[in-house]
């Protein structure tokens, strides 16, 4: 590890003690965090196929941007169905779940995934929070979950299963937002590079099929290599 990325994680973990010693003096329950609602949701899941990202029932250690104040060691989870962001907080030794305001969702971390609130003005672009997959020379690839629903009877009762979707993959070059269906949409953005795409997606093609996210890290990353944002 070079010095700057090791002076990079110590200045974070710095940082990440002193929002946290802040929140344990002031006490959480006098936090912006509490000013989330309880969180209904009118279709059962009696199983793992369930709405959420982890689809265990534990809320899942992250870190959270809420009303443009840091807030580490969180436990979140995130329903992937409605686009809702959960919280679990100890206050007197009695847990509480809250569903945050969306719109005071800035950006979470939540296991190893890091997510962004998107507001943008095209119609054609999915709002809300997207996955960021990658951050490289002006470039940003993001990732937008998805899940179907079957229903289901039972003797008794009705309720709900919920599985990965195929999912949709976003691109943001300066202000703008492009959503990524294919080859030709790659192409359309950078038609310099239209060698380059098509030998990835040729040489690549298993990868493609077998983890997208992986695929497209590494189409964008090399993509990105000799980009130059415009002036």
Excluded: W
């Amino acid at each position: 590890m070079s010095l700057l990325c090791f002076c990079f994680h110590q200045a974070r973990a710095q940082d990440q003690a002193i929002y946290k010693a802040f929140d344990n003096a002031i006490g959480i329950e006098n936090t912006v965090l509490f000013s989330g609602v309880e969180y209904l949701d009118n279709t059962q899941s009696v199983n793992a196929k369930n709405k959420f990202l982890y689809t265990g029932q534990e809320y899942v250690p992250g870190s959270l941007t809420y009303n443009k104040q840091f807030f580490p060691e969180v436990f979140l989870k995130y329903n992937v169905v409605d686009d809702r962001l959960l919280i679990q907080l100890s206050y007197q030794g009695k847990q509480s779940n809250f569903e945050l305001v969306t719109a005071q969702v800035d950006s979470f971390t939540i296991g190893t995934h890091d997510f962004v609130r998107i507001q943008n003005e095209n119609p054609d672009i999915q709002n809300g929070f997207l996955e960021k997959l990658l951050d490289k020379n002006g470039l940003q690839l993001f990732k937008k979950y998805r899940k179907n629903s079957r229903k289901k009877l039972d003797r008794s009762f009705t309720y709900y299963e919920y599985e990965f979707d195929t999912p949709d993959y976003f691109l943001q070059k300066g202000n703008d937002f492009f959503e990524i269906g294919g080859r030709g949409d790659v192409v359309d953005l950078f038609p310099e590079n239209k060698a380059e795409i098509k030998e990835i997606f040729k040489q690549y093609r298993d990868l493609f099929r077998s983890n997208r996210d992986a695929f497209m890290k590494l189409l964008f990353g090399s993509i990105a290599d000799n980009y130059k944002m415009p002036e």
